[in-house]
């Protein structure tokens, strides 16, 4: 199992930043993709920016050139900072880990973080 923990959401004018942290434990050791999602009200989920085992990364266009995904390994933290916010980032933001076992997936999720960007 892997347990995931998120921090650091809140509310910000527009253009300001943000900083969120997801925390894993448990077998991590097997996590193929980190990644963060966001949800709004009334919307799909949808995939924010991942990271690979690898370290490479990538982002839905909507953020790219704003927002960065990192990993610290000796933490077994990965974070997502987030600048130049808009209104249209308001969401849940969920830290996600994927395990990919004979081709199939296994997703698990922390509980969200809510993210309020005021115009």
């Known amino acids: 199992q892997v347990q995931l923990v998120e921090s650091g959401g809140g509310l910000v004018p527009a253009g300001g930043s943000l900083r969120l942290s997801c925390a894993i434990s448990?077998?991590?050791?097997?996590?193929?993709?980190m990644g963060w999602y966001r949800q709004a009200p009334g919307k799909e989920r949808e995939l924010v920016a991942i990271?690979?085992?690898?370290?490479?990364?990538n982002y839905v266009d909507s953020v790219k050139g704003r927002f960065t995904i990192s990993r610290d390994n000796a933490k077994n933290t990965i974070y997502l900072q987030m600048n130049s916010l808009q209104p249209e980032d308001t969401a849940v933001y969920y830290c996600?880990?994927?395990?990919?076992?004979?081709?199939?997936?296994?997703?698990?999720w922390g509980q969200g973080t809510q993210v309020t960007v005021s115009s």
């Open positions: 996600n880990a994927r395990k990919i076992r004979s081709g199939v997936s296994y997703d698990y």
């Open positions: 990271v690979t085992n690898g370290g490479s990364t």
């Open positions: 448990g077998t991590i050791f097997s996590i193929n993709y």
